[in-house]
């Protein structure tokens, strides 16, 4: 006779000839399932592997969730802590823990990546490093205006900048003055076209002084359509001082305050890296020496090219400044003087030279708010 197979504990359930469980093996078998389940997991979450009595396998309790459309068993096998196999062990359990299809998890440390980063670590490291920088510039401003801090100077650069700002201001000047001037001729225009309807209506209905009242409609008339063509000529010339002053000069005194705000760093990195270099030299202060003088490298790096775009710049606007106002005092001075000789011709003339087109007659030129 073949020799009978063992069979482990857990498949060894006496059922009786009606398929009822014996009342007096019940306690023992919910001992044995007791053991055999992880902790923390319930019936709802456990599968019984039953591969029959008469097989040589053993039957298995294996602890996992059922397969589901998304997940496969072996994916989803929980296997239970040292901490419960151990007290398993303790109660004379036998568990199996079934390890196939996965791979085994080795313990140690839990290391996190060096990507993952902390954005408040990052923004209060961006405020120390604004609060320690505005810290030394400030500093070093105060110590310029009290006379005890030196300050690096660029005499040439400095006196072109000082010739620019004093320029600016005098452009200025002769921009509002312009514009003073634009909006006098404007109302003067503006009161001799009037004059000049009002002498015409009486020509027509004073027939003894209709001739005398027809000639000074006639030049009146002809006084505002002079004064239009000026008009649009101090018009063309204020448009251009202005983009002169307001855009091209701004623009280079723009690149002038990142030059000096450069200059005050690199001014501030020299003095703390000077402070440093005569003070005692030794393991705890070689360190900041060596960082001050890589954060002195920077700055310095900057000053220079911020001098240098400076100075590019301050040569273009010298060119740029000659040829714009070179034709605009020509445009001025030719339209004033045409103006008043009451040469109309070499009015028109000077207009068209420098491309410049007036509105329909008899329509009321604007301001030079509007023109702005």
């Not at 020799?3 to 009606?18: G, H, L, Y």
């Not at 919910?30 to 319930?42: A, E, Q």
Request: charged share 25%.
């Amino acid at each position: 006779m073949a020799q009978e197979s063992p069979k482990n504990s857990a498949a060894e359930i006496p059922v009786t000839s009606n398929g009822q469980l014996e009342d007096s093996h019940e306690h023992s078998f919910n001992r044995d399932l007791k053991c055999s389940l992880p902790v923390g997991l319930g019936l709802s979450e456990t599968k019984i592997t039953s591969h029959g009595f008469d097989s040589a396998k053993e039957g298995v309790v294996e602890a996992g969730q059922f397969p589901s459309s998304s997940a496969s068993p072996k994916s989803s096998v929980i296997s239970p802590s040292s901490a419960a196999a151990s007290r398993l062990a303790g109660q004379g359990c036998d568990l199996i823990i079934p390890t196939r299809g996965r791979a085994q998890q080795k313990s140690g440390p839990v290391v996190l990546a060096d990507e993952v980063k902390n954005p408040a670590m990052e923004k209060l490291e961006l405020v120390r490093k604004w609060s320690l920088n505005t810290y030394k510039c400030t500093r070093q401003i105060i110590s310029e205006k009290l006379g005890r801090g030196s300050r690096t100077v660029d005499l040439e650069l400095e006196a072109q900048i000082d010739i620019l700002r004093d320029n600016k201001k005098k452009y200025e000047n002769i921009l509002r003055l312009a514009q003073t001037l634009s909006t006098q001729l404007f109302q003067m225009v503006h009161t001799q076209r009037q004059l000049g309807d009002a002498f015409a209506d009486l020509s027509l209905k004073s027939l003894e002084l209709h001739e005398e009242f027809g000639y000074n409609a006639e030049t009146q008339k002809l006084l505002a359509k002079n004064g239009e063509t000026l008009l649009g000529a101090i018009n063309f010339f204020i448009a251009s001082v202005n983009t002169l002053v307001n855009k091209t000069i701004e623009d280079t005194l723009l690149t002038v305050k990142q030059y000096e705000s450069a200059r005050i760093e690199y001014d501030a990195y020299r003095t703390d890296l000077e402070e440093l270099n005569l003070g005692p030299r030794d393991a705890n202060t070689l360190p900041k020496i060596e960082q001050s003088q890589q954060l002195f490298q920077v700055h310095k790096e900057k000053y220079d090219k911020m001098r240098n775009d400076v100075s590019i710049k301050l040569k273009f606007l010298e060119e740029n400044k000659v040829k714009v106002l070179h034709n605009q005092l020509v445009l001025f001075h030719n339209a004033i003087a045409a103006y008043f000789a009451g040469n109309q011709k070499q009015l028109e003339q000077t207009l068209k030279q420098f491309h410049i087109k007036l509105k329909t007659p008899g329509a009321d030129a604007p301001s030079w708010l509007e023109e702005q």
